[in-house]
T-cell receptor, first 110, second 117 residues
Framework: QQPVQSPQAVILREGEDAVINCSSS?????VHWYRQKHGEAPVFLMI?????EQKGHEKISASFNEKKQQSSLYLTASQLSYSGTYFC???????????FGQGTELSVKP | EAGVAQSPRYKIIEKRQSVAFWCNPI?????LYWYQQILGQGPKLLIQ????????DSQLPKDRFSAERLKGVDSTLKIQPAKLEDSAVYLC???????????????FGQGTRLTVV
């Protein structure tokens, strides 16, 4: 039931773009995206609900493909502050528990 | 608004000892989560409460872990007896219910780093 994220790690230069993917084998009600910096708690970025909504947060946006049970997180013109580990969390249509993927480690270099 | 409060921040115990963690969620949040995060991995859901009922505890090792949520507010997670593999960060999070009755975003506490030696 755990969502699968790809890639596992990304290294970028400042200003470059990145896409992080999250997929589930079961029908989803919602997808949550969080960023965690080393030694800190995960911080909420955005939530996408069933309906294919695309949400934005500064230069970070996301999409949710209901048919494929997939979500993608788009980071454009990356900044040093974007470095951290990104987690997607999923809530299934049947059952309300929030479970997380294994994470994608993003490093932005100057 | 005040965030999710957890205590203690750090705990070192010997294997076979017992330990308890405390969490105070954001006021008014119906849902409370306990996650175990091992270094380099994603948070693993141990138990999810909605008010004082359990939504899911399928990943809670019930022979040694127990959790309760008092009056639908504060929560305590206990490990007895601890094993070396329990070394991890224990994260508490809370969320409110949205208009559709589903949970909104989860807010996390700073976590308790447990080391079992």
């Amino acid at each position: 039931q755990q969502p699968v994220q790809s890639p596992q790690a990304v290294i970028l230069r400042e200003g470059e773009d990145a896409v992080i993917n999250c997929s589930s084998s079961k029908a989803l009600y919602s997808v949550h995206w969080y960023r965690q910096k080393h030694g800190e708690a995960p911080v909420f970025l955005m939530i996408l609900l069933k309906g294919g909504e695309q949400k934005g947060h500064e230069k970070i946006s996301a999409s949710f493909n209901e048919k494929k049970q997939q979500s993608s997180l788009y980071l454009t013109a990356s900044q040093l502050s974007y470095s951290g580990t990104y987690f997607c969390g999923t809530v299934l249509l049947l059952g309300g528990k929030l479970i997380f993927g294994q994470g994608t480690e993003l490093s932005v270099k100057p | 608004e005040a965030g999710v409060a957890q205590s203690p921040r750090y705990k070192i115990i010997e294997k076979r000892q017992s330990v308890a963690f405390w969490c105070n969620p954001i006021s008014g949040h119906a849902t409370l989560y306990w996650y175990q995060q091992i270094l380099g991995q994603g948070p693993k859901l141990l138990i999810q409460f909605q008010n004082n009922g359990v939504v899911d505890d399928s990943q809670l090792p019930k022979d040694r872990f127990s959790a309760e949520r008092l009056k639908g507010v504060d929560s305590t997670l206990k490990i007895q007896p601890a094993k070396l593999e329990d070394s991890a960060v224990y994260l508490c999070a809370s969320s409110s219910l949205g208009r559709r009755g589903a949970n909104t975003e989860a807010f996390f506490g700073q976590g308790t780093r447990l080391t079992v030696v």
